[in-house]
């Protein structure tokens, strides 16, 4: 089976769609099937990362100006930094004379248009969305977020007939995160290991501010793991940060982000993917949204009582953090029953090691054949 994935990383887009794309691409690898990148070569990209788990990589120029969004384009467009038909062409070209069995596509600055474009070129076409502000032409959607009425969300934006993956239960984990989950700990509420992780990039910093926070509070003896990716453009302060004080542990570009995880009693952190990532292994979190498209769903979570959600990152401050520290020590019963909610979200009612979405890419697949 040959897919291509068309996804991006940059310092304004993070690395959260390239990162669940790679964990689709290796379970796909390890059932026998070639997979290509295409990538735009934006500043704080992964591509290096991409070749390095080796995967071929189309890489897209970066244009020298900035892209100007132009009236009809969608509201990310400009996080393809070029228009949509100059990426459609780009990435049709890079295909050659081969058609894919799939194209997988994770990225908000793409549509029906772009889609239709690359549709007589390529087998079946798989998007990747949290949104739901656009159309697509597509046979498999996946939305793996938790939204108020997420089951009708997307019934106007693609065709009648495309399969609807939607919910935390299809989420993109590495299996890593499955084997955890599979040893979970019994955790008794009580805090002794903090985790802050606020993605691969971090753009306003709320890392720096949440070490801040728990500095101004370590006489309860804590301690923390600091995880910053390699695009974080902070990560040396945060490093100083991080070895002036007793017990905080830095870590950059992790590959154990399960184990330490598994091994936290509390996470402060943003939401999107990671979000998931916590609730797999049942870790009760401190949450502040960094991007407006991440509200919606933190909020639902909250919601839930699966997470503490303290709101978007401008209107965070230290103090804030600090008190929702202080409040989470004396309410161990709290921290229990959230990580029993947590875990609740993420139930698949199956096997684990068979993820739902691969099973429905074999299925659409052997549909359409």
Known sequence: MQVVIRADASVQIGSGHVMRCLTLADELRRRGADLTFVCREHPGNLIGAIAGKGYGVVILRQEAKTYSVRSGDVVHAAWLGVPWE?????????????????????????????????????????????????????????????YKGMETRYDKLVPLGCKKLLGPQYALLRPEFAIARKNLRQRDGQIRRVLVFFGGVDPTNETAKSVRALAGIMDHRLEVDVVVGNGNIHKQGIQEQCTEKDGFYYHCQVNNMAELMAAADLSIGAGGSATWERCSVGLPSITISIARNQVETTEVVADRGAAWYLGESANVHIEHIQDALLCALKHPDQLREMGTRAVRLMA???DEAAHPLLQAILEVGNAQT
Not at 87 to 92: Q, V
Not at 124 to 144: G, T
């Open 86 to 146: 100059q990426d459609a062409r780009e990435t049709l070209d890079s295909l050659g004379e081969a058609i894919p069995d799939w194209l997988i596509i994770d990225h908000y600055g793409i549509d029906r248009r772009w889609e239709e474009t690359l549709r007589p070129h390529v087998g079946r076409i798989m998007v990747i969305d949290d949104l739901a502000d656009r159309p697509h032409d597509c046979e498999l959607l996946l939305d793996q977020n938790l």
């Open 348 to 350: 698949t009612g199956g």
